[in-house]
């Protein structure tokens, strides 16, 4: 346990941040396995639809920092490619 105020507040802020931390990357990860399916099933519009929610949840999780921006735009763009190399 801490044994100063500041160090207190420090653990309940690391505390909500990672409480925050885990949820954004669990909405990240649903968002890129539903598109993953769709572009498996074969269904380009569902997968469009998939790859524009994926890319704005990746988008905010960047502007909040719980995702790095450099690997944000990397997975956006590769899951695009992933998306125009469908048949």
């Not at 802020?13 to 954004?24: D, F, I, K, L, P």
């Not at 649903?30 to 074969?42: P, Q, S, Y």
Request: charged share 35%.
């Amino acid at each position: 346990m801490p044994n100063k105020k500041s160090a207190e507040r420090r653990m309940r802020n690391s505390a909500r941040r990672q409480a925050r931390n885990v949820t954004v990357k669990s909405r990240v990860k649903t968002c890129e396995k539903k598109f993953l399916a769709a572009v498996l099933a074969g269904n380009k519009e569902a997968a469009a639809q998939a790859l524009r929610e994926v890319s704005s949840v990746y988008d905010k999780a960047a502007k909040g920092g719980v995702v790095p921006k450099t690997k944000a735009s990397r997975k956006k763009s590769r899951l695009a490619v992933r998306l125009a190399s469908m048949k």
